[in-house]
Structures are given as structure tokens and as C-alpha cells.
């Protein structure tokens, strides 16, 4: 999403007061200018004459691939990336990045959707990419400590061979890292029952720019000192430090899961079973709600779904085995009492993982469907999910841009995908997505459940967040930044307000 991936400049009605102000965002509106070729070229001399040419990528080709994450955020290569093997690395580079006036940009994995990893003012990639041990892992407290360039699933993996259990879940777990799921803190499926990253961070390692070094947190389960540096780290996206060894809470691994794939002949009726579902104080730890057009993408992949199915919900329900079989006995009473076309259950790990994977490449099947996709992750309370579903449906027929909508729906954090096949239709996608901002914060809802705000959603702020809180954020920002050196270009519009 974004003006600077679809080129047209957008118009946005902002309220400062009881003043209207109309923002033009353009391409321009958060552009960052690079950094002089003079301080670049002396920086990269010092980087290697520190580092060593082993822990530097220049070559073209190279630093190409550093240039891009998993979003539509498009930005020219960095100038050079540097591949961290410890915190002395880190704070080599962030010394020498403050010392020159070169711009870093924080990247681990590179999986996230608004272009947090993106360097939009080239400078220094500072990959963590390398700092991939699992250092600790403690039973007898239920912690782990990992680097930042740990792969979500091998740290569930090796938790879990301890009877331990870290329920943070993003669909991109087998090639996400913990510094970008806790930068950005992450969520997935599974934070309907259990929370996201920022609830199982206990402390961390941080960097500052120009090399300073702080320990934030503590390792035990309470701890009130001080103000929580831990969670404002937490979801800054890299923009106020970047982030090394990370302390994380573990919770005991569940007795069994149990997983139901319900399908619906319409999707009135699968957000119903949600309703339904969290009135009779059930909580599942996923609730993940398809549309008719998702499912449309799924068949064609070949997944065997009924023909008659207009949504389908995936839902999953853990514990000991008696109360995970009476949760999922009262689910599928309730799904029955809807009117449900089919209800299937299923308990062992192969089964369950049979039904996880269609959902996992649901992503890359809806990516087939046209030419261009963008993907657009808000949330809104649960009870207004069906507006949200039907003015999305409203749009859509308006201007004539297919829509594909799926998410976790226990927590009302949907996905609208926009699909479109050629550039004359960019402005009519631009203007849907915008007014799919506008319902959601008149529905009292947020721009962002887990994907952040990054390059591409740093216009659209001021739709949610006041003058003076963006303004206030800002100066925090500058306290742990002066210079303005760490991913710049991230989270805040640079376009004005006038008198605001």
C-alpha cells in the first residue's frame, strides 16, 4: 500500500481540532534524502578497516537483495550492508554510521509487509541476520534467551522439546527472525487466546546510534522499576534502537489441540459463529475467518473445499484433552446452530498440520489471482466486523477492484488484499484503500494488528492519531535518535498540517 508503490498521489482529510485539513501524499511526502557520496565512501573505508571485507556486502548485485522485504515498499539499494556476527559488530557499525551521518537500517529476516526493512535513504543495512543462536533456554523458569537472528519456528521447536510453549505465530514463521517479530511485535493466529510478541518480551539488549550499549528489563515474570523502556522497544521498528539478545517468556506447552475447519454458505453466518462463540465465553487460541474469494484462491490450488462454501472458519482449541474435546463438542454445536455446511476435526499433529498448511499458502495463492496485490492488515472490535466486511464488499463493487479478505477474526484483525491487473486502474485502488481506512477508524478501529506501520502506512497516520501524539512520538524518537540516522523514513508522515 502506499503512495510510493502506486506512484498516484492520495488525498486525505485530516481533523486537528476543529480545523479540516486535506494532506496530498505523495511519493515525495517521505522520502529521505542520502546521505553525501563523500561521508558514504568514508564510512564503508572505516567499516572495513573494523569489520573486515567478510562482514561487508558492496557489489551490486549483492546489496540488491537487501533492498526489498516482503511488502510492496520499493527503494534504491543500500550502500552497503554489513552482516553482524555479535553486539560488538552492531555497535562498530552504529558508531561509525553516527560519527559520518549514514543512515542504518535495522533488517533480521526481511518478511514484513510495510517496508520497516526497507532503506529508503540507502546508507548502511545492518543485518542481523547471523546472530542466530538460541543462548539459553531455562525450564526451571521458563524463559529463553535468543539472538536476534533466531527463526521464530526453531526457537517453538526447541521450547517445546522442553515442554515449553512461545505462542506468538506470524504466517511467515519458518523464515521470520525475533528481532523483526519483536521490532515489529508480531502476532498470527494464535493471539486471539494468548497475546502477541510484546507479552512475552522480558528485557533486551539495545543500541543506540553512535555505539551505546543498554540493558533494558529483567529476566524474572514481575518487575515495575523505572519506566517500561522494554515495551516501547517493542513495535518501534527499529527506529529507536536495534535490538540484540532478547529475554523471553515461556509458558507451559499445552496438553493437546484439537483444530475444526467449518465451513459456511455465507459469511454472515461464519462472523456469527464468532459472536457466538466469545458469548458463551469460549476462547479458542485461533479463530481465522476466509472469504468467498479466499476460498476461491485455495481451490484453485487444489485444496478439496465444498463448492457450496461462501466462508470458512479454521479454529483451534487447546488444553487438557477433556476440555479441549467439550470446547470443540460446544464449537461444533454452535457452528451447527448456524447453519454450518461442514464441520471437520481433527486432533494429531499430521491432520492439523494438513489444515494449517492450506492456510499458510493462502497468501501466495491470492498472489496469482492478478498482476498486482497489496494487502492491507487493520482491525476493528469484533462486533464490527461484519460492517467492516460490508463496506468492503461496497467498495469493491464500486470501483471495480476484487478484494480478498481473511484474518483473525477471534481478535477482529483482518486482511483486505486489493488485486488489480493494470496501471490504469492504480488511482481507484489507491482511493478504495483509503476509504478502507476511513471505515475502520470511524469503526473505532487501528490501522495495524501486527504489520506495522513502516514506509507505507506512515501517510495514513493522522486518519488515527492526533497532532500532538504523532508529535509527541516524534520527540521520543528524537531522544534516542538525534540525528535522525535509524531507519529513518518509518512511521511518521512527513507531509504537514499547517498550524497543527
Known amino acids: 500500500m502506499g503512495a510510493s508503490s502506486l506512484g498516484e498521489p ?43 571485507d567478510s562482514k561487508l556486502l558492496e557489489a551490486e548485485e549483492a546489496v540488491a537483495r537487501y533492498a526489498r522485504d516482503e511488502s510492496e515498499a520499493e527503494a534504491e539499494p543500500p550502500d552497503v550492508v554489513v552482516l553482524a556476527e555479535s553486539r560488538e559488530d552492531i555497535l562498530t557499525t552504529l558508531a561509525i554510521a553516527e560519527r559520518f551521518r549514514v543512515p542504518v537500517t535495522p533488517r533480521a529476516g ?13 546508507g548502511i543495512v545492518l543485518s542481523v541476520s547471523g546472530m542466530n543462536q538460541i543462548r539459553e533456554i531455562d525450564a526451571r523458569e521458563g524463559l529463553a534467551v535468543v539472538g536476534p537472528g533466531v527463526v521464530l519456528a526453531d526457537l517453538q521447536r526447541a521450547v517445546e522439546a522442553e515442554g515449553w510453549f512461545y505462542p506468538p505465530d506470524p504466517n511467515s514463521l519458518q523464515t521470520c527472525q525475533l528481532g523483526g517479530n519483536v521490532a515489529e511485535n508480531a ?50 521498528e527499529g527506529t529507536l534502537a536495534v535490538l540484540g539478545d532478547v529475554t523471553l517468556r515461556l509458558i507451559p506447552k499445552p496438553a493437546s489441540v484439537m483444530t475444526l475447519l467449518i465451513s459456511f454458505a455465507s459469511l454472515t453466518a461464519a462472523a456469527g459463529l464468532v459472536e457466538a462463540a466469545t458469548a458463551a465465553r469460549l476462547v479458542p487460541r485461533c479463530f481465522e475467518l ?12 487444489g485444496n478439496p473445499i465444498d463448492p457450496r462454501a461462501e466462508a ?32 471437520e476435526v481433527a486432533q494429531g499433529e499430521a491432520p492439523r498440520e494438513r489444515l494449517w498448511a492450506a ?68 488511482p481507484k485502488v489507491e482511493r478504495s484503500i483509503e476509504r478502507l481506512f476511513q471505515a475502520v477508524v470511524e469503526l473505532r478501529g487501528t490501522l495495524s494488528g501486527e504489520h506495522g506501520i513502516g514506509v507505507l502506512k506512515a501517510p495514513y497516520l493522522p486518519l488515527e492519531q492526533s497532532p500532538q501524539l504523532i508529535q509527541l512520538q516524534r520527540e521520543l524518537k528524537r531522544v534516542f535518535d538525534p540525528q535522525g540516522l535509524l531507519n529513518p523514513g518509518k512511521i511518521f508522515p512527513r507531509v504537514g498540517h499547517g498550524a497543527c
Not at 526481511?110 to 540507502?122: C, D, I
Not at 492456510?359 to 501466495?364: D, G, K, L, N, V
Not at 462486533?383 to 463496506?391: C, I, T, V
Open 10 to 52: 492520495a488525498t486525505l482529510l485530516v481533523t486537528c481540532g476543529s480545523a479540516l485539513y486535506i494532506l496530498r501524499v505523495t511519493e515525495a511526502s517521505f522520502s529521505v534524502p542520502p546521505s553525501a557520496p563523500a561521508s558514504v565512501e568514508r564510512a564503508k573505508r572505516e567499516l572495513r578497516r573494523q569489520l573486515g
Open 110 to 122: 526481511g518478511t514484513g509487509r510495510t517496508g520497516g526493512a526497507v532503506p529508503v535513504a540507502r
Open 187 to 236: 502476532g498470527g493466529p494464535r493471539a486471539f487466546k494468548y497475546g502477541v510478541t510484546r507479552d512475552y518480551v522480558l528485557g533486551m539488549e539495545a543500541f543506540l546510534m553512535g555505539g551505546q550499549a543498554l540493558s533494558v528489563g529483567r529476566r524474572t515474570r514481575k518487575g515495575v522499576t523505572g519506566y517500561d523502556v522494554t515495551a516501547l522497544l517493542v513495535g518501534s
Open 290 to 301: 476466509l472469504d468467498r474469494n479466499t476460498l476461491a484462491a485455495m481451490r484453485a490450488e
Open 312 to 343: 470458512l472458519l479454521l479454529v483451534e482449541v487447546d488444553g487438557e484433552p477433556a476440555a479441549c474435546e467439550r470446547d470443540a463438542e460446544r464449537l461444533a454445536a454452535l457452528a451447527d446452530d448456524l447453519g454450518a455446511l461442514t464441520v
Open 359 to 426: 492456510r499458510r499458502a493462502m497468501s501466495p495463492a491470492v498472489r496469482k489471482m492478478a498482476k498486482h496485490k497489496l494487502s492491507e492488515d487493520v482491525v476493528v472490535p469484533r462486533q464490527a466486523m461484519g460492517e467492516l466486511l460490508s463496506r468492503v464488499a461496497r467498495v469493491s463493487e464500486e470501483t471495480q477492484i476484487r478484494t480478498v479478505t481473511y484474518g483473525h477474526a477471534g481478535d477482529g484483525n483482518l486482511h483486505v488484499n486489493f488485486l488489480w491487473d493494470h496501471e490504469e486502474e492504480r
